[in-house]
């Protein structure tokens, strides 16, 4: 069965840095990948996904996942952190009928 | 605003009770999927249905079930309440099951406090 693993529960950088949010998975099967952000009192918003088209897939607010099949990887990616940023972030893999979510990270944007 | 409309946004009751929660995909959307959101479980999903029928079973328990009807709304139906139910629970959307590649769209999400 597919899973996603998303590595650190809390990431903190500083307005300007680089953000880099971890995901590796485990799949039978070429997956279906998405990052998908979480507001406070919110519903998930898509980030991104990926479907096999490109291995590099740009994403919205500037956002970017790289898919690295020898590493099982899928990490997302943002060359300058915005204060806006600041939510918490899941990572989830569809095989099959359902969609399965990572443990998420919340990313602490600092000034 | 994804489309997706969840009601009511928050509920508070009392254990062993049954309540019911209410979901309207967005315009086009076929299939529903409900997923509880808990500080200790992380996001975990339910349930998911197609055009009516239900095609995926996840971590749901035996007090709970769902439905979708056939103008494409959705109701969880959760009874005899316990302390541990406490969560918030989404509904998302997607035109196809997500096994296809469609990404999820969500609701705010139902927010229940069992006290």
């Known amino acids: 069965a597919q899973s996603v693993t998303q590595l650190g529960s809390h990431v903190s950088v500083s307005e300007g840095a680089l953000v880099l949010l971890r995901c590796n998975y485990s799949s039978s099967v070429p997956p279906y990948l998405f990052w998908y952000v979480q507001y406070p009192n919110q519903g998930l918003q898509l980030l991104l996904k990926y479907t096999s088209a490109a291995t590099l897939v740009k994403g919205i607010n500037g956002f970017e996942a790289e898919f690295k099949k020898s590493e099982t990887s899928f990490h997302l990616t943002k060359p300058s952190a915005h204060m806006s940023d600041a939510a918490e972030y899941f990572c989830a893999v569809s095989e099959g009928g359902d969609m399965r979510f990572g443990a998420g990270t919340r990313l602490t944007v600092k000034p | 605003d994804s489309g997706v409309t969840q009601t009511p946004k928050h509920l508070i009751t009392a254990t062993g009770q049954r309540v019911t929660l209410r979901c309207s995909p967005r315009s086009g959307d076929l299939s529903v999927y409900w997923y509880q959101q808990s500080l200790d479980q992380g996001l975990q999903f339910l349930i998911q249905y197609y055009n009516g029928e239900e095609r995926a079973k996840g971590n749901i328990l035996e007090r709970f079930s769902a439905q979708q009807f056939p103008d494409l709304h959705s109701e969880l139906n959760l009874s005899s309440l316990e302390l541990g139910d406490s969560a918030l629970y989404f509904c998302?959307?997607?035109?196809?099951?997500?096994?296809?590649?469609?990404?999820?769209?969500f609701g705010n999400g139902t927010r229940l406090t069992v006290t």
């Open positions: 998302a959307s997607s035109v196809y099951p997500t096994g296809e590649g469609s990404p999820l769209h």
